[in-house]
T-cell receptor
Framework: NAGVMQNPRHLVRRRGQEARLRCSPM?????VYWYRQLPEEGLKFMVY????????ESGMPKERFSAEFPKEGPSILRIQQVVRGDSAAYFC????????????FGPGTRLLVL | AQSVTQLDSHVSVSEGTPVLLRCNYS??????LFWYVQHPNKGLQLLLK??????LVKGINGFEAEFKKSETSFHLTKPSAHMSDAAEYFC?????????????FGQGTELSVKP
């Protein structure tokens, strides 16, 4: 039973480029969460999605960041025109239902912006 | 609003001695609390979860945590540390609200284990 999968594991981008991070939830999970871990900081919630719907994006930066979870395929976190401050580890988690259900985390994508 | 405070940013113990990682929470209702562990350059692994069924929660790898409402604490303990326990530990509370239950993380405690 495969866990949460994220790719790529490492991503290097130059300032101004776009970054696309992918997350495939665990089998049977339809709820996806994205978190960001900046250097020397804890994890911060970014966005919560169900299939084809954004439920809570209260943690997303207002500009350049977007997320989707289409009916078919993985969830995508997209960062346009990356800046050095976007360098961080981005973690995806999935759960079977919402509320206080346990969230299972992927290995993360480590983004480095040069 | 929910929040967690991890009282120590770094804890160092000797192998074979007890581990205590401290966490206090703030919640406007009965919280769901978790401890996750993160090894270097890895993802997060769930150690244990409290959801009001029992105040003493047993987790994986010999870890356990006790929910104390009167002290608003959820400290993580292990009787005997192993070298492989060296990692970063996060105390987490679930928002659990109508918006779906985003997790709110503490700042983390780095555990070092000396031989």
């Amino acid at each position: 039973n495969a866990g949460v999968m994220q790719n790529p594991r490492h991503l290097v981008r130059r300032r101004g480029q776009e970054a696309r991070l992918r997350c495939s939830p665990m089998k049977g999970h339809s709820h996806v969460y994205w978190y960001r871990q900046l250097p020397e900081e804890g994890l911060k919630f970014m966005v919560y999605l169900q299939k084809e719907n954004i439920i809570d994006e209260s943690g997303m930066p207002k500009e350049r960041f977007s997320a989707e979870f289409p009916k078919e395929g993985p969830s995508i976190l997209r960062i346009q025109q990356v800046v050095r401050g976007d360098s961080a580890a981005y973690f995806c988690a999935s759960s079977r239902t919402s509320g206080a259900e346990t969230q299972y985390f992927g290995p993360g994508t480590r983004l480095l912006v040069l | 609003a929910q929040s967690v405070t991890q009282l120590d940013s770094h804890v160092s113990v000797s192998e074979g001695t007890p581990v205590l990682l401290r966490c206090n929470y703030s919640s406007s209702y009965s919280p769901s609390l978790f401890w996750y562990v993160q090894h270097p350059n890895k993802g997060l692994q769930l150690l244990l979860k409290y959801t009001s069924a029992a105040t003493l929660v047993k987790g994986i790898n010999g870890f356990e945590a006790e929910f104390k409402k009167s002290e608003t604490s959820f400290h993580l303990t292990k009787p005997s540390a192993h070298m492989s326990d060296a990692a970063e530990y996060f105390c987490v509370v679930s928002d659990g609200g109508n918006q779906g239950g985003k997790l709110i993380f503490g700042q983390g405690t780095e555990l070092s284990v000396k031989p």
